[in-house]
T-cell receptor
Framework: DTGVSQDPRHKITKRGQNVTFRCDPI?????LYWYRQTLGQGPEFLTY????????KSRLLSDRFSAERPKGSFSTLEIQRTEQGDSAMYLC??????????????????FGPGTRLTVL | GNSVTQMEGPVTLSEEAFLTINCTYT??????LFWYVQYPGEGLQLLLK?????DKGSNKGFEATYRKETTSFHLEKGSVQVSDSAVYFC???????????????FGQGTILTVHP
C-alpha cells in the first residue's frame, strides 16, 4: 500500500533560484492538493486539482508560484525567484472525491511527508 | 471567511490523564470537521472526522462531537498515553448544497506532551 510521496524531502537553495517539487498521489485519487506549513502554524491551502484541472488557487499563490498536474497523476509545484519568506514545509495531499458531502470516504485527504524548503 | 481556532498550547499531561483540546470554527454553509495528528518526524494523519451536526467521530480512544449550536468540535480522550505526544490540528472543509469544496482550513495546532 503506497501512500502519497513527495520529492525531494529537503531542499536548500539560494535566494533568487528556482525550485520544483514533485508529488505522487495515491493512484486512484482524483484530487490533489498543495499546502504550505510554516513553523508553529497549521497548513495553509495553496491550490488543488481535480484530475488535471486546477480548480482553486489561494491568494497566497503569487505569480512566482505555478502548479501543474498534466496527466491527472503526479503534480509539480515550481517556485521562481525564491525569497527567504518562501522557506516552509510544502505538503501535498490527495483524496478521492465525488463532490458529495457526507459520501463515505469522501474528501478524506491523505498527506505526504512534505518537502522542507530552506531559502538562504 | 472560514476559520478554525484551537486552544492555546502547548498542553502537558501525565500519563492516564484526561485530555481536552478545544476547537471552534467559523464557516459558511455546513462544514465537515476533522482532527489531524502529526507525530514527531511524520506527516499529517487523519485522526477522526464528523460530517454533520451531532455526529461523533472516534478513533484510537479519541472522540469529538460536532456541535453546531456552539460551532465547536472539541477533541477528548479519557486516558492519554506517552505515545499520544504529537501536534493536533482541527480542520474544516466547507460544504454547500450537498457539494463539498476542496480545501481544508486548519487551526494553528496544539502541541501535546504526555509524561510517564
Amino acid at each position: 500500500d503506497t501512500g502519497v510521496s513527495q520529492d525531494p524531502r529537503h531542499k536548500i537553495t539560494k535566494r533568487g533560484q528556482n525550485v520544483t517539487f514533485r508529488c505522487d498521489p495515491i493512484s486512484e485519487h482524483n484530487r490533489l492538493y498543495w499546502y504550505r506549513q510554516t513553523l508553529g502554524q497549521g497548513p495553509e491551502f495553496l491550490t488543488y486539482f481535480q484530475n488535471e484541472a486546477q480548480l482553486e488557487k489561494s491568494r497566497l499563490l503569487s505569480d512566482r508560484f505555478s502548479a501543474e498536474r498534466p496527466k491527472g497523476s503526479f503534480s509539480t509545484l515550481e517556485i521562481q525567484r525564491t525569497e527567504q519568506g518562501d522557506s516552509a514545509m510544502y505538503l501535498c495531499a490527495s483524496s478521492h472525491s465525488t463532490g458529495l458531502a457526507g459520501a463515505p470516504g469522501h474528501n478524506e485527504q491523505f498527506f505526504g511527508p512534505g518537502t522542507r524548503l530552506t531559502v538562504l | 471567511g472560514n476559520s478554525v481556532t484551537q486552544m492555546e498550547g502547548p498542553v502537558t499531561l501525565s500519563e492516564e490523564a484526561f485530555l481536552t483540546i478545544n476547537c471552534t470554527y467559523t464557516a459558511t454553509g455546513y462544514p465537515s470537521l476533522f482532527w489531524y495528528v502529526q507525530y514527531p518526524g511524520e506527516g499529517l494523519q487523519l485522526l477522526l472526522k464528523a460530517t454533520k451536526a451531532d455526529d461523533k467521530g472516534s478513533n484510537k480512544g479519541f472522540e469529538a462531537t460536532y456541535r453546531k449550536e456552539t460551532t465547536s468540535f472539541h477533541l477528548e480522550k479519557g486516558s492519554v498515553q506517552v505515545s499520544d505526544s504529537a501536534v493536533y490540528f482541527c480542520a474544516l472543509i466547507r460544504n454547500a448544497g450537498g457539494t463539498s469544496y476542496g480545501k481544508l482550513t486548519f487551526g494553528q495546532g496544539t502541541i501535546l506532551t504526555v509524561h510517564p
